[in-house]
């Protein structure tokens, strides 16, 4: 199994709700990351965890909360958003973190209203 | 922060044709990758190449570093319309600071049938 499996594919919410994103591998891969796309524009890193632990929070709002339940599960927790927070959301794994190639998931495509 | 900066944007060829992708880079890195990204989808992992390789092969694509330019290329030789896609170069951080990777603007290749 290669895959990384995000849910849902498509989010439609509005500013006051609260939503979750979920991303899922079964390659045993120890490192996740959630990327940041909007239309046009290259992936944007917004958080990493290592071994489930939190290493790299690129300075995100606090309207998004990643949570890593355990080493195969990734949650990224979404409450109060703005209508520019709408993008593709991208989640990816690698087998350790940094140095290895990255397996990314076909995103969750969220819209804001 | 984006550090990867492709070269061209945007690229139209015939079918049969070779494609050639740049990209510049700004920090010392570990490794150097190019990714795929068909239309609003995950990204897709074509190549990683080494700081301490030159150049690299597989299948039609071929990559080359130069590393006291801070740059690397991409060759998609005898191309095909299902090429069309976004290429990104993204690069680590040799540092040891962030864990993700940083992706370069990207180029939009269609490949004319």
């Known amino acids: 199994d290669t895959e990384v499996t995000q849910t849902p594919k498509h989010l439609v919410m509005g500013m006051t709700n609260k939503k979750s994103l979920k991303c899922e591998q079964h390659?045993?891969?120890?490192?996740m990351y959630w990327y940041k796309q909007k239309a046009k524009k290259p992936p944007e890193l917004m958080f990493v965890?290592?071994?489930?632990?939190?290493?790299i929070n690129e300075s995100v709002p606090s309207r998004f909360s990643p949570e890593c339940p355990n080493s195969s599960l990734l949650n990224l927790h979404l409450h109060a958003l703005q209508p520019e927070d709408s993008a593709l959301y991208l989640c990816?794994?690698?087998?350790?973190?940094?140095?290895?190639?990255?397996?990314f998931g076909q995103g969750t495509r969220l819209t804001v209203v | 922060s984006q550090q990867g900066e492709e070269d061209p944007q945007a690229l139209s060829i015939q079918e049969g044709e070779n494609a050639t992708m740049n990209c510049s880079y700004k920090?010392?890195?570990?490794?150097l990758q190019w990714y795929r990204q068909n239309s609003g989808r995950g990204l897709v992992h074509l190549i990683l190449?080494?700081?301490?390789?030159r150049e690299k092969h597989s299948g039609r694509l071929r990559v080359t570093l130069d590393t006291s330019k801070k740059s690397s290329s991409l060759l998609i030789t005898a191309s095909r319309a299902a090429d069309t896609a976004s290429y990104f170069c993204?690069?680590?951080?040799?540092?040891?600071?962030?864990?993700?990777?940083?992706f370069g603007k990207g180029t939009h290749l269609i490949i004319q049938p």
């Open positions: 990816a794994s690698s087998l350790r973190p940094g140095r290895t190639e990255a397996f």
């Open positions: 390659m045993g891969h120890r490192a």
């Open positions: 965890y290592s071994y489930e632990k939190l290493s």
């Open positions: 920090t010392s890195i570990n490794n």
């Open positions: 190449i080494r700081s301490n390789e």
């Open positions: 993204a690069t680590d951080d040799s540092g040891g600071g962030a864990d993700g990777l940083t």
